[in-house]
């Protein structure tokens, strides 16, 4: 399992040294929305299937066929093979949904 996968963690990508792959570290944001100037920063938690399966009330599986389907956005990242996505591409994704009706 990745060293950042979990509910509530972010990864920042270190540059990869030659011949290896990026590498990731965590650190939890907890309910403090960062600001910069007043203007609310991007949150960079990422969020596998499961994450996405709770935010918008579903199955894991049901988000792995929206996937399969190209009903979700792209990953913003794939390590191990596993796909993640940002907290904020969630929910901007969300927003737009067919069938979104406010809420989430």
């Known amino acids: 399992m990745s060293p950042f996968h979990g509910r509530g963690v972010t ?4 540059p990869p040294s ?4 990026p590498s990731f570290t965590g ?6 929305q960062p600001t ?6 991007a949150d960079r938690e990422l969020w596998s ?13 049901t988000v792995r066929s929206y996937r399969k389907h190209g009903l979700l956005p792209p990953p913003d990242l794939v390590e191990g093979g596993r796909p993640y996505w940002f907290a904020d591409t969630v929910r901007e ?3 737009r ?8």
């Open 11 to 14: 990864a920042v990508a270190q």
């Open 18 to 21: 030659q011949g290896h792959s």
């Open 27 to 32: 650190h939890r944001l907890g309910d403090h």
């Open 36 to 41: 910069l100037g007043g203007a609310r920063v």
């Open 49 to 61: 299937y499961k994450e996405i399966a709770a935010h918008i009330s579903v199955q894991p599986d």
């Open 93 to 95: 994704w969300v927003t």
């Open 97 to 104: 949904r067919p069938g979104h009706r406010g809420g989430h």
